[in-house]
DNA sequence: TTGAAAGCGCTAACAC
DNA sequence: GTGTTAGCGCTTTCAA
């Protein structure tokens, strides 16, 4: 257990110069001779020199972490996003802090508290699914603390925000199942407080509208999009003898446990019933038959999002530019949807 | 921006008392009153203090952050394991900072050396596919640095480890494709320098022997078991017109490449071919046929992991306790691997 | 180009 | 029980 790590003074002891110099030296600070610095690097190699961020952050008031909120990282457009992010900060020697709320606003609230007492220079966040004010991100904002919204977003927030363009997504989609033919489409949708479904379900909307369907409620159901509930909402409309012909999830979680369902009553995919979801997880391109779905392009969202977080933290208090940038997502059509030739 | 937060002197101010005073109170020293507890605590509230962790950080030595590096986040087993850590850190008041080494080693260093800099107080790790040698990891128990390594684990290093009986898992799930008609079983193994993999494989072979099955070296494959390394090797063997009946795989990705190119090729699982994967991943249970996988106890060793890593924390420079907990197995037998009835 | 000095906010001996 | 004092390791004016 050895407790003597060096610090700057031991460098400076060294070198017969002051702590300062070190410092600087360290920090590439301009006004210190490049002879200096190269003795200053040389040494601090020589007797294994570790910066200590804690003083760092101390004195200078910047931590240089930031703070990531996700509902999961169990989510593979969650983790990309997460990936995208983390490739930018640590090549500004920024660090990254995953969090994850459990898709509770109890726990959002605590973990937003948590960061900010770790003093990250800025936060990043998706919102929880149970959220039901925003206060705790209206405190981040106060506080001058740069933040940045992606995905699940809200707008009673004067915040950056990456998100797609989920209006079109589900509009392709609807658009697409109806082309194959889909007259009577059940919808899969959850809290429409949150944007992503609000708007996925104005995009079913617009889609049925335009092409002279009529939206029917009861071909409209809310839930949390598990597996489970994708099972018990199909389950309930084949009992309920409701004449469908498709499925759209917002969701691609939800429609599994449906063509789960479907096949398990006999229904044939997509001869009878053509399915799509939300998401393009792993899992659609598994399944039997695989399913057609949305790509939400986490890998430029994650960038998008890092980017627009820096110019931000660039930007300091001087113009706050609340940014919105929208992506246009990529409809995966896999065999589910369509007909056999 | 305002930078004026409240500090604990801001607190002693009001009360006519000292900084320390107040520091105790708020850390709960038994030697304050509980008067002057409660006084503090109220006008901490009341002028929305709210302690600053760097600070504390410095002087104490203590971060309160864990350091959690995983190959990646994204993965049903490690987000559980992460899960159960983050549940008894915080209710211990500390912070976990999740790190992806997305399976590669320079990042794995990075990442150790970037944990070590942010001073956090510990570490737990599942190390990469790619690691080459563990001197990084070596460097944090030289510090004197909580060092806990669970499932991806190394015996080149005296630490707790957490770990599931790969063997075990193995042999029990051979023994059951045995048992149900199997004789001529494909392995789908990883890199052997890695303990999972390499015991998986010793459980395969223990079992064939144990049934009187002579091991064929030409029947085990390795790679690096994502879905594609299953395609291309399964495709590979059919084109080999090895005779095989079954196969056995160390990853749940791979097996599901499997089972694709299987069906592909009109094989039929499981009357003409039986297949097993590991890992428990949720979509083993969507496929069709749903996928006999084993389960790694995701929730128990994070628990367990985080429980170690308390242990030693803990103990301090004491006794440098390097236990191993080793957790069992559970096989999950679904359709893929049994008769028809 | 470098040094001197102060201090970020907190904790922890030691004193009383 | 509470106060005094010093300092964790670093950055940053100000001065030279």
Same mark, same amino acid.
């Given at each position: 257990?050895?407790?003597?790590?060096?610090?700057?003074?031991?460098?400076?002891?060294?070198?017969?110069?002051?702590? +300062?110099?070190? &410092?600087?030296?360290?920090?590439?600070?301009?006004? #210190?001779?490049?002879?200096?610095?190269?003795?200053?690097?040389?040494?601090?190699?020589?007797?294994?020199?570790?910066?200590?961020?804690?003083?760092?952050?101390?004195?200078?008031?910047? +931590?240089?972490?930031?703070?990531?909120?996700?509902?999961?990282?169990?989510?593979?457009?969650?983790? +990309?996003?997460?990936?995208?992010?983390?490739?930018?900060?640590?090549?500004?020697?920024?660090?990254?802090?995953?969090?994850?709320?459990?898709?509770?606003?109890?726990?959002?609230?605590?973990?937003?508290?948590?960061?900010?007492?770790?003093?990250?220079?800025?936060?990043?966040?998706?919102?929880?699914?149970?959220?039901?004010?925003?206060?705790?991100?209206?405190?981040?904002?106060?506080?001058?603390?740069?933040?940045?919204?992606?995905?699940?977003?809200?707008?009673?927030?004067?915040?950056?925000?990456?998100?797609?363009?989920?209006?079109?997504?589900?509009?392709?989609?609807?658009?697409?199942?109806?082309?194959?033919?889909?007259?009577?489409?059940?919808?899969?949708?959850?809290?429409?407080?949150?944007?992503?479904?609000?708007?996925?379900?104005?995009?079913?909307?617009?889609?049925?509208?335009?092409?002279?369907?009529?939206?029917?409620?009861?071909?409209?159901?809310?839930?949390?999009?598990?597996?489970?509930?994708?099972?018990?909402?199909?389950?309930?409309? #084949?009992?309920?003898?409701?004449?469908?012909?498709?499925?759209?999830?917002?969701?691609?979680?939800?429609?599994?446990?449906?063509?789960?369902?479907?096949?398990?009553?006999?229904?044939?995919?997509?001869?009878?019933?053509?399915?799509?979801?939300?998401?393009?997880?792993?899992?659609?391109?598994?399944?039997?038959?695989?399913?057609?779905?949305?790509?939400?392009?986490?890998?430029?969202?994650?960038?998008?999002?890092?980017?627009?977080?820096?110019?931000?933290?660039?930007?300091? +208090? &001087?113009?706050?530019?609340?940014?919105?940038?929208?992506?246009?997502?990529?409809?995966?059509?896999?065999?589910?949807?369509?007909?056999?030739?």
């Amino acid at each position: 257990m050895k407790k003597n790590r060096a610090t700057i003074h031991d460098i400076a002891l060294k070198l017969n110069i002051t702590a +300062s110099t070190v &410092s600087r030296a360290l920090n590439d600070n301009p006004r #210190i001779s490049d002879a200096t610095k190269k003795k200053v690097l040389k040494v601090a190699k020589q007797i294994n020199y570790q910066p200590n961020h804690i003083a760092s952050a101390l004195r200078s008031g910047k +931590s240089k972490l930031i703070g990531v909120i996700v509902p999961t990282a169990n989510r593979n457009f969650f983790s +990309s996003v997460i990936r995208g992010i983390e490739e930018l900060a640590n090549s500004l020697n920024y660090k990254v802090i995953i969090s994850q709320s459990y898709d509770d606003f109890d726990k959002e609230v605590q973990t937003v508290e948590a960061l900010l007492n770790a003093r990250v220079d800025g936060i990043i966040a998706s919102i929880a699914k149970t959220t039901e004010n925003v206060d705790h991100f209206q405190k981040i904002i106060e506080k001058g603390i740069p933040l940045v919204l992606f995905d699940r977003i809200t707008n009673l927030l004067e915040v950056s925000q990456v998100v797609i363009d989920d209006h079109y997504g589900a509009y392709q989609t609807v658009d697409h199942l109806i082309k194959n033919g889909c007259k009577r489409i059940v919808h899969f949708s959850s809290n429409p407080r949150i944007n992503i479904y609000h708007e996925r379900k104005r995009g079913y909307e617009d889609a049925l509208k335009d092409n002279g369907i009529e939206v029917d409620p009861k071909l409209i159901t809310f839930s949390n999009l598990q597996l489970e509930d994708g099972r018990r909402i199909m389950q309930e409309i #084949i009992d309920s003898k409701i004449d469908f012909d498709g499925v759209f999830s917002s969701s691609d979680y939800s429609i599994m446990g449906a063509l789960q369902v479907l096949k398990e009553n006999g229904y044939k995919v997509p001869e009878q019933v053509k399915i799509a979801g939300f998401g393009n997880e792993p899992f659609t391109s598994f399944t039997e038959p695989p399913i057609t779905t949305v790509d939400q392009k986490s890998i430029p969202m994650g960038k998008i999002t890092a980017e627009s977080f820096f110019e931000l933290l660039n930007a300091g +208090s &001087s113009s706050p530019v609340a940014k919105k940038t929208i992506l246009k997502p990529e409809l995966i059509i896999r065999k589910s949807s369509i007909n056999n030739s």
